[in-house]
């Protein structure tokens, strides 16, 4: 909607109107230059010099490394273009691109509600079950492990490095960890990771969430990377760099909007590309004023 031009003095009363009027065209003004296709600097896995595996240090290891050293890898800057899936959001499946978003999601959560843990857990994780069970076909069975709020600031900021958050290997483990009375049976039938994301401040300007399509992302361009726990060691996958990935985003993503993100999918033949690289991204285009990026993801074990 364009604004237009008084030609006569403002009536007082409507000062309040048109003033509320503007700020919503600033808006939607500010929204229309963060969308459509746009070229980034991503931020890619560099494997050991040395060969050995590559490792981080996970939990309470991370704020004291025990040999000193956080990560033994390293990571390389490339400029990569990104297509915009606004209004194409149907094009792209879990089954087929290991992502998929989902519009007008209702939600009981408030703003205020996001610091308060047992609320996420009594509110949101139902919320997130069904939706899952509504959206997956087939699943059954739906077990929330773990999830990670992102604000700026803290040490839970965006992730600007590729990456995905498992691999064959840990998806098996926290079956077997979460799980232990039913993995055996679980793990004969189809089970899978999927993330869901939404942010907390929408609509996003600052970092928004960047995922490859899985179909153009090779075996080989992932890595396994151990994560070691005090208790335990996971496994993520790093992302090497290869200009055949197909890189993309959704523009101005709301607080009713969700991406699933597909990590493993133990089904080869319904799920051949079961795991989408993604990462928070710096948009060149993003205001210098805009406020920074919040957001939930709830992982989830998915069965069936």
């Known amino acids: 909607m364009s604004a237009t031009t008084a030609s006569q003095p403002t009536p007082a009363h409507q000062l309040r109107e048109d003033s509320a009027d503007l700020q919503v065209n600033q808006k939607q003004s500010s929204q229309s230059n963060l969308s459509g296709p746009v070229t980034a600097d991503l931020s890619f896995f560099v494997p050991p010099e040395d060969g050995s595996t590559p490792y981080n240090w996970a939990g309470t290891n991370a704020d004291?490394?025990?040999?000193?050293?956080?990560?033994?890898?390293?990571?390389?800057?490339?400029?990569?273009?990104?297509?915009d899936i606004r209004g194409k959001e149907g094009d792209f499946t879990l089954d087929n691109n290991a992502f998929e978003a989902l519009r007008n999601v209702p939600s009981q959560m408030e703003y205020d509600d996001w610091t308060d843990e047992e609320k996420i857990k009594s509110v949101y994780y139902p919320e997130v079950e069904q939706l899952l069970l509504d959206n997956l076909p087939?699943?059954?069975?739906?077990f929330l492990f773990d999830h990670t709020i992102r604000r700026p600031g803290t040490n839970r900021s965006a992730?600007?490095?590729?990456?995905i958050d498992q691999t064959a290997k840990s998806t098996a483990a926290r079956v077997t960890y979460h799980l232990p009375e039913e993995a055996e049976?679980?793990?004969?039938?189809?089970?899978?990771i999927v993330n869901v994301w939404r942010p907390?401040?929408?609509?996003?300007?600052?970092?928004?969430?960047?995922?490859a399509d899985s179909a153009t992302v090779l075996d080989e361009d992932l890595i396994g990377v151990e994560h070691r726990y005090p208790e335990r060691t996971g496994e993520t996958a790093g992302v090497k760099y290869n200009e055949g990935q197909k890189w993309y985003y959704l523009s101005g993503m709301e607080n009713n909007?969700?991406?699933?993100?597909?990590c493993y999918d133990s089904d080869a033949t319904v799920g051949r590309y079961g795991r989408v690289p993604h990462t928070a991204f710096v948009d060149p285009r993003t205001p210098k004023d805009a406020p920074g990026r919040e957001s939930i993801e709830v992982?989830?074990?998915v069965f069936g």
């Open 257 to 262: 909007e969700r991406v699933f993100l597909k």
């Open 64 to 83: 004291n490394p025990p040999n000193g050293i956080p990560r033994n890898f390293g990571f390389d800057s490339h400029v990569v273009h990104l297509q």
């Open 299 to 301: 992982r989830a074990l």
């Open 138 to 142: 087939g699943s059954h069975k739906i």
């Open 159 to 163: 992730v600007t490095r590729v990456h």
């Open 185 to 192: 049976e679980l793990l004969r039938g189809r089970y899978r």
């Open 200 to 211: 907390l401040n929408g609509p996003v300007q600052a970092n928004p969430l960047a995922v």
